[in-house]
């Protein structure tokens, strides 16, 4: 479900809503003061996501899973959601940081 919301193109037709607003939620969080540098605040928030893909279950190079990649080339944007239901927010050695 999350996948079918994020994906601009999907049918829905609300283009890139969704993601536009989970993105810039996050970007607006105060933990992550000073760590979205870089990004073209204004150009993000003019930007249609015409160009995201959202794939699911992405295999990296050690045989680990992502449940969902998000990428935005036109952004210079990659996200990466680990859907752990059930499960407390751990943040093991080697994993990726919990932003």
Known sequence: MLAWLLDPDETYQ?????????????????????????????????????????????????????????HVPSQKLVLVIENKLHAGEVNRTGSLPII
Do not use: Y
């Open 14 to 70: 609300l283009g890139g809503f969704f993601l536009k607003k989970m993105l810039t939620r996050l970007i607006m969080r105060a933990e992550n003061e000073g760590k979205g540098e870089g990004i073209d605040f204004l150009s993000f928030l003019h930007s249609s996501f015409h160009d995201a893909e959202v794939v699911r279950e992405v295999k990296t190079h050690t045989n680990r899973l992502f449940d969902l990649l998000v």
